[in-house]
């Protein structure tokens, strides 16, 4: 087909999404520079267009992965769309490492976990410990103990005397999970409905727990389905390598990939 002259409306049909979404990306420079018509200055898009049209809207498909990733795969865009091909590759294969990195620490926290819960000792303290000394202890802020026990993930006993939390070995042992869950990426909607699963008797499959959605839920985050969203941003990053690899063969094979 010849690509001279594209449209933004013909871009947008071709590669199926809003002219408005044409616009945003070049606006964010998600594509390469586009020339203008000096009779009307309406934008003249070409081949490489639609390539980086393509490739912006694989890298955003997914659910927004966290800051890393997101931040990750921005990088990766704006690399390509300047130009910078060969480093916008080597940032894909880092994306792919990264994604990886991610996948690795969310099913180290699912063993970590099953483990606790087939009767592993996690080491707690020889005695009760105040709110203050629980978060040195486990390095998280008195405020993340405080949301953790808000949210429903621990019930922490109290002293009948003078009200204070009183965390003994249990509580701390469900802390530590809760801790290398959180720090795994995984959203508190997610442990909740583990512990949920846990306390009506159910433990088995727990990374299905984990990664399972409740249909009634109104809203969705990426970290609710964790391994999930992880396993798509790993397809999605080899589509990335493999769409940088094409470009850049159309790119040595026409001088004029960028002018055409």
Not at 98 to 109: D, G, K, Y
Not at 172 to 180: D, N
Not at 214 to 228: C, E, G, H, T, V
Request: glycine share 8%; aromatic share 8%.
């Amino acid at each position: 087909m010849p690509y001279k002259r594209l449209s933004t409306g013909k871009i947008a049909r071709q590669v199926g999404c809003h002219p408005n979404t044409v616009r945003f990306y070049e606006q964010q420079g998600f594509l390469p520079a586009v020339r203008r018509n000096p009779r009307n200055n309406y934008r003249l898009y070409s081949e490489a267009h639609i390539d980086h049209m393509q490739l912006a809207l694989l890298a955003f498909k997914a659910p927004f992965p966290g800051r890393p990733l997101r931040r990750s795969l921005t990088n990766l865009v704006k690399h390509a769309a300047v130009g910078d091909l060969g480093g916008a590759l080597g940032l894909a294969f880092n994306h792919q490492t990264l994604v990886r990195s991610e996948i690795a620490q969310a099913n180290s926290a699912a063993d970590f976990l099953e483990k606790w819960v087939g009767g592993m000792t996690i080491n707690g303290s020889p005695r009760s410990l105040w709110t203050g000394e629980t978060a040195l202890l486990l390095g998280v802020t008195i405020d993340s103990l405080r949301t953790w026990e808000r949210n429903g993930l621990i019930d922490v006993p109290r002293n009948p005397q003078n009200g204070y939390r009183h965390y003994g070995a249990q509580e701390i042992g469900r802390l530590r999970v809760i801790r290398m869950l959180r720090s795994a990426g995984y959203s508190i909607s997610a442990i909740l409905r583990m512990f949920t699963y846990l306390e009506r008797g159910e433990d088995t499959d727990l990374r299905k727990a984990l990664d399972t959605p409740d249909p009634d839920d109104d809203i969705f985050f990426a970290a609710d389905a964790w391994l999930s969203t992880l396993a798509e941003h790993e397809n999605i990053a080899q589509q990335l390598i493999d769409m940088l690899q094409e470009i850049i063969r159309k790119q040595q094979e026409n001088p004029k990939y960028y002018t055409d």
